[in-house]
T-cell receptor
Framework: DAKTTQPPSMDCAEGRAANLPCNHSTISGNEYVYWYRQIHSQGPQYIIHGLKNNETNEMASLIITEDRKSSTLILPHATLRDTAVYYCIVRVAPSNTGKLIFGQGTTLQVKP | DAGVIQSPRHEVTEMGQEVTLRCKPISGHDYLFWYRQTMMRGLELLIYFNNNVPIDDSGMPEDRFSAKMPNASFSTLKIQPSEPRDSAVYFC??????????FGQGTRLTVV
């Protein structure tokens, strides 16, 4: 599985967009980028995933660079409840196992 | 659906005792994952099942750990004998095919 690199921590002002970067320079052509988050004391929560096109859902947007070596998760209007650890995961292709391997993630602190 | 259900939520046991953690996946999901989370090591994948069959147990720390999935709606993770270093939060997750995984609320295990 391709490894990912994320900054250990970030701050964001409440109401502003939070942009969380992730590097995955060794990603293979058939590997997806997944984002999860973990709010304190809870189980990880799925946010979004993508292959090469940008994706948007009710929670966030995912921007993947054209060379697919990096991506950015965007929370358009961060709230205090978005304070969490955010994990960027490159997942083995659907034809394989489907397992998720978590790194250390980025701790996002949303401040009033 | 009530989501992934884990029991117990908290477990305190004495070193040397047997501990059994339980998980009920979401109905219709064919993948089940067991993770362990500690401050030092983060989220570690211990084992996962597909259609009740263990696929990859390479993350199981040692022979004291065992996991079973006797049917599609139930899985157990057993530690025998337990040791203080097994203290952690254990998460169970399930997914359908290779879609996003849904996590339970976890079992916080303390071995004294």
């Amino acid at each position: 599985d391709a490894k990912t690199t994320q900054p250990p921590s970030m701050d964001c002002a409440e109401g502003r967009a939070a942009n969380l970067p992730c590097n995955h320079s060794t990603i293979s052509g058939n590997e997806y980028v997944y984002w999860y988050r973990q709010i304190h004391s809870q189980g990880p929560q799925y946010i979004i995933h993508g292959l090469k096109n940008n994706e948007t859902n009710e929670m966030a947007s995912l921007i993947i660079t054209e060379d697919r070596k990096s991506s950015t998760l965007i929370l358009p209007h961060a709230t205090l409840r978005d304070t969490a650890v955010y994990y960027c995961i490159v997942r083995v292709a659907p034809s394989n196992t489907g397992k998720l391997i978590f790194g250390q993630g980025t701790t996002l602190q949303v401040k009033p | 659906d009530a989501g992934v259900i884990q029991s117990p939520r908290h477990e305190v046991t004495e070193m040397g005792q047997e501990v059994t953690l339980r998980c009920k996946p979401i109905s219709g999901h064919d993948y089940l994952f067991w993770y362990r989370q500690t401050m030092m090591r983060g989220l570690e994948l211990l084992i996962y099942f597909n259609n009740n069959v263990p696929i990859d147990d390479s993350g199981m720390p040692e022979d004291r750990f065992s996991a079973k999935m006797p049917n599609a709606s139930f899985s157990t993770l057993k530690i025998q004998p337990s040791e203080p270093r097994d203290s952690a939060v254990y998460f169970c997750a399930s997914s359908r095919d290779r879609g996003e995984a849904f996590f339970g609320q976890g079992t916080r295990l303390t071995v004294v």
